[in-house]
């Protein structure tokens, strides 16, 4: 059938339906091959989609530019630099490098609606579900508490980078949808810590093999425990002590002997990974107009020397090149190797790379853009099947033995922790003391993402990074569209304009 014939058959059917549309029936037979959030999330397999596209939001790098979490909180803290090409090629990076944000310049855009469409997803799936009573008990239950840790995690984040942030745990009626308002960060957090108690007893020990991605009951104990210690209540450390005891004795999680097998992708979802976020290049996207819609990580193309040749690397964009500071804080460190990519070394066995701006001849090495895995259909830049490990056990165990210091507890299991983690790179022990637990979370995670969000909350980024100023840029500026939209309602953050 011809185009013309399409079109002409389509206008007698329009005709057709014209002539009978006025009877009542008509009007309310049920849409049929459409699905709408009114007819949807009836059965397990509809719940369960309305599931994974909640989680789907965990792995976007892309909403409103790009925002991959682990090298954009590294070029915010002292482990790196923006990079790119010049300070104009990604200017949102740039201002949270030097902490010249304003309201229209930084990476709030895409860390606001990221965030608030996982919020959104999670609060459509619990509501959808409490009024369902054809649920299979067991899968409802198991999806509930995933749907609440989704949410705690979301709002994990908007707390963290944002502060003050409009607390939703319902679907809005279009009459709320512009008079949300900021509250204060400590509801915030008194929310995710409530989400993140009823979701552990909904939650598996363990995950089948099938089933990697999903959240586990460890996982979701080992972000609460993150979460106590995040709030900076010492009130709270003797919980945040026990509850990553729990995490790092009884879920059978394991260091990995050698460190430089955590990041290898060969090694998804090991022993020592708590909660990973999945990626593939099995959509062998192609779509630049929308990165999130493919399983991709874009991050080690952004991190990867700019036109690379030679061995073991994939060219990549140039971006987060390490600093001088890290590379002489970690140049005597066993974790060296594995960390940080040494530029000038790979030239003196004849590869090649255009050096960008703020270039260092160093560059991340934990998620660097492999060549042995690059992906050979689709586009390759955006189909990295590299995933994003957010807890490992090295992290809780530095966590379990921070809490411990600062609560007064067990001083030997806090030195037992440490001494686990300094051993499998062969150190020696040194005392469990603030300063040097400290010190072994940069070394142990640097470049992991982690480093910008350590500085904060134990007060110490104005000291370490160039441009921080107290009481301003330890949250970033409220999106103006936001302010604009609720016509003032939603209001900035302090010190920006």
């Not at 709002?155 to 003050?164: C, H, I, M």
């Not at 040749?309 to 974790?335: A, H, I, Q």
């Not at 103006?480 to 209001?491: A, M």
Request: proline share 5%; with cysteine.
């Amino acid at each position: 059938m011809t185009f013309n014939k399409i079109k002409y058959a389509i206008a007698i059917l329009v005709i057709m339906q014209a002539g009978t549309s006025c009877k009542k029936d008509f009007l309310e037979v049920a849409p049929r091959g459409t699905a709408l959030e009114g007819n949807f999330y009836k059965t397990d397999g509809e719940v369960y989609q309305g599931l994974i596209a909640t989680y789907d939001v965990m792995q976007w790098g892309n909403s409103g530019g790009y925002t991959m979490k682990m090298p954009l909180l590294s070029a915010a803290s002292d482990d790196c630099y923006a990079g790119g090409s010049s300070p104009s090629d990604q200017p949102n990076w740039v201002a949270f490098d030097n902490f010249k944000m304003d309201s229209r310049v930084g990476p709030q855009v895409g860390l606001w609606s990221k965030n608030f469409t996982g919020v959104y997803r999670a609060n459509i799936l619990l509501a959808k579900m409490e009024l369902n009573t054809s649920l299979t008990p067991a899968f409802k239950t198991r999806v509930a508490a995933e749907a609440k840790f989704l949410r705690a995690y979301f709002y994990f984040d908007l707390v963290r980078f944002f502060g003050r942030v409009p607390l939703i745990t319902k679907m809005l009626e279009t009459s709320e949808l512009y008079t949300q308002k900021q509250v204060d960060p400590a509801l915030v957090y008194a929310q995710i810590e409530k989400d993140l108690r009823e979701a552990f007893p909904g939650l598996p020990a363990s995950v089948a093999a099938t089933e990697k991605g999903r959240i586990s009951q460890g996982a979701a104990k080992a972000l609460l425990g993150k979460v106590l210690l995040y709030s900076n209540e010492n009130a709270k450390m003797a919980e945040a002590a026990s509850l990553l005891k729990d995490v790092n004795t009884n879920y059978g999680y394991q260091l990995l002997p050698n460190f430089g097998d955590i990041f290898d992708p060969k090694n998804k979802f090991s022993a020592e990974s708590i909660l990973e976020i999945p990626h593939s290049n099995n959509a062998a996207w192609g779509d630049w107009g929308f990165i999130n819609g493919g399983e991709g990580n874009v991050a080690p193309q952004f991190i990867g020397a700019d036109s690379y040749s030679g061995p073991l690397y994939s060219n990549g964009w140039g971006f987060c090149p390490v600093t001088e500071s890290l590379v002489d804080f970690m140049k005597n460190d066993p974790r060296f190797a594995f960390t940080i990519i040494d530029g000038k070394d790979l030239k003196s066995q004849g590869a090649t790379y255009t050096a960008r701006y703020q270039n260092t001849d160093y560059f991340i090495k934990k998620y660097a853009p492999l060549a042995a895995v690059r992906a050979t259909s689709g586009t390759a830049e955006l189909n990295w099947p590299i995933n994003e490990i957010e807890i490992r056990l090295a992290d809780t165990y530095l966590m379990e033995a921070e809490a411990l210091v600062r609560a007064g507890g067990d001083q030997g299991r806090a030195q037992t922790l440490l001494d686990l983690v300094r051993a499998r790179v062969g150190l020696a022990s040194i005392p469990a003391t603030i300063d040097n637990i400290y010190n072994e979370r940069r070394l142990e995670l640097a470049t992991e993402g982690h480093r910008f969000f350590d500085l904060v909350r134990t007060k110490k980024a104005a000291a370490a990074l160039t441009g921080f100023a107290v009481g301003k840029s330890e949250h970033l500026p409220i999106p103006q569209d936001e302010i604009d939209l609720t016509k003032g309602g939603i209001t900035q953050n302090p010190g920006y304009n």
